[in-house]
C-alpha cells in the first residue's frame, strides 16, 4: 500500500471546514478529471462545526483507492491542516486548494505541467479575477504588502493558497516543528524558484468568505512573527527615532522658553501627553518582545501544529482502513540517526 501510494502522479490536499455542502461535489469533480492520471486526494478535517467529517467518512468509502481522510481533533487553523495533510501526502507533485470550490481543479493540471516544464520547485494559481469578499481582498492585499517587505519576496509575485509543489519542497516543509506554520513562508525561506500562472477564481457558493478578522490578523502575525526578525529591527528604528523626536522637541522648548516666549510657563498637560507617547512605544515595542518569546516558551513545551484523531487510509485492496495516526516527521528522523549510526533499517535472514 506505501509503494503504491508513492508511485501517485499526485496528491491534492483540501483542508476542509464546516465544508460538507462543497467538499462532496468537488471530491467527485477531482474524480472525473483525474482518471486518467494515478492521483490521491488527501481530505483534512480541520474540527468543523457541521457534518464534514461524516461527509468526509463516506467519500473515503466511497473512492478507497484514491481518498484519505485525516480526522484533526479540534481546529488549528488551515495552514496547521494543510501541513497535515501535506505530511501524509505521497505523491510526486502536491497540490493545495480550498474545500469551497473556488479553485477549480481543472487549473491543477495546468500547474502541474507548468511546473513540469520548468525547474520552479512551487507554481502558484494568479486569480484573473478575485471573487473574494471585499473584507477578504483587503486583507489579503495588506498581508501580500507585509510578506514582501518581510519576506523579501518580488512584488510581482503573489501568493495564494492555491499551489502546486513537487517532492523536494514537500519534504523540506514538513520538517518545520513549530506549533504556527505559515506554509508561504516556509516555501520562500526554502527556494527561490516559485513560478506563478493566471488561473480562474469562482465564486464562493456559500456566500461570504470564512476568514474573520480574527483569523486574517491570526494568519498575519505567523508570517510577521515567526519568519522575520525585521519586527524586533523595526522596534530599533522606532526608539531611535522617539528618542531624536523628544530631543529636538527639548531643544525647541529650550529656544522658545529663552528667546522667544520668556514668560510662557510650559504646563502639565504638555509634560503628561509626552509621558504617555513614549509609554506607547515602550509598551508596544514589550508586547512584540513578549511575543516573540511567547511563541518560544510554546514551541519549547511542545505545543503541536495539529493533533489527529484518525486517519482513513487509501489504497487499501480491502476498502478503507482506519489507522491510528504516525508521525512520518518522527519516523524519517529515527531512520536518518540509525543509518549515521551503521544500523541497518530493515532486518532479516541474508542469503
Known amino acids: 500500500m506505501a509503494a503504491e501510494r508513492e508511485t501517485r ?45 461524516s461527509v468526509c467518512t463516506r467519500l ?39 474545500d469551497d470550490g473556488q479553485n477549480p481543479p481543472e487549473e491543477v493540471l495546468r500547474m502541474l505541467e507548468e511546473l513540469k516544464r520548468t525547474d520552479y520547485d512551487v507554481v502558484y494559481g494568479h486569480y484573473i479575477k478575485k471573487k473574494h469578499w471585499w473584507f477578504r481582498n483587503a486583507g489579503s492585499w495588506f498581508n501580500d504588502r507585509v510578506a514582501t517587505y518581510l519576506l523579501g519576496k518580488p512584488k510581482k509575485l503573489y501568493l495564494s493558497s492555491f499551489k502546486v509543489m513537487n517532492r523536494f519542497l514537500v519534504n523540506e516543509i514538513v520538517k518545520y516543528r513549530g506549533p504556527y506554520p505559515y506554509m508561504d513562508g516556509l516555501i520562500y525561506r526554502t527556494t527561490r524558484k516559485i ?8 465564486a464562493n457558493v456559500r456566500g461570504r468568505s470564512r476568514y474573520t478578522l480574527r483569523k486574517l490578523v491570526r494568519l498575519w502575525l505567523n508570517m510577521f512573527l515567526n519568519f522575520s526578525i525585521k519586527p524586533l529591527r523595526l522596534s530599533v528604528y522606532v526608539g531611535l527615532f522617539a528618542s531624536g523626536l523628544s530631543t529636538v522637541a527639548l531643544v525647541a522648548i529650550l529656544i522658545d ?95
Open 9 to 53: 502522479e499526485v496528491s491534492l490536499v483540501i483542508p476542509v471546514y464546516n465544508g460538507s455542502v462543497t467538499i462532496g461535489p468537488l471530491v467527485e469533480r477531482i474524480e472525473s478529471i483525474f482518471s486518467e492520471t494515478p492521483f490521491e486526494i488527501v481530505l483534512v478535517n480541520d474540527g468543523s462545526e457541521d457534518d464534514s467529517e
Open 60 to 98: 473515503a468509502v466511497k473512492f478507497p483507492q484514491t481518498v484519505t481522510f485525516v480526522n484533526l481533533s479540534r481546529n488549528f487553523g488551515e495552514h496547521n491542516a494543510v501541513l497535515a495533510g501535506v505530511s501524509y501526502s505521497g505523491g510526486r507533485y502536491v497540490a493545495v486548494l480550498d
Open 257 to 351: 522658553k529663552l528667546w522667544i516666549t520668556p514668560n510662557l510657563t510650559v504646563g502639565i498637560p504638555t509634560v503628561l501627553g509626552g509621558i504617555v507617547f513614549f509609554s506607547g512605544i515602550q509598551l508596544m515595542i514589550l508586547g512584540l518582545v513578549g511575543e516573540y518569546l511567547g511563541r518560544l516558551y510554546l514551541d519549547h513545551t511542545g505545543t503541536p501544529q495539529y493533533v489527529i484523531r484518525h486517519i482513513i487510509q487509501a489504497g487499501s485492496e480491502d476498502g478503507p482502513c482506519v489507522m491510528a495516526p504516525v508521525d512520518y516527521k518522527d519516523q524519517a528522523e529515527r531512520n536518518m540517526s540509525r543509518l549515521q549510526a551503521g544500523e541497518e533499517l530493515f532486518s532479516g535472514d541474508r542469503r
Open 195 to 202: 513560478g506563478q500562472i493566471p488561473v480562474e477564481h469562482r
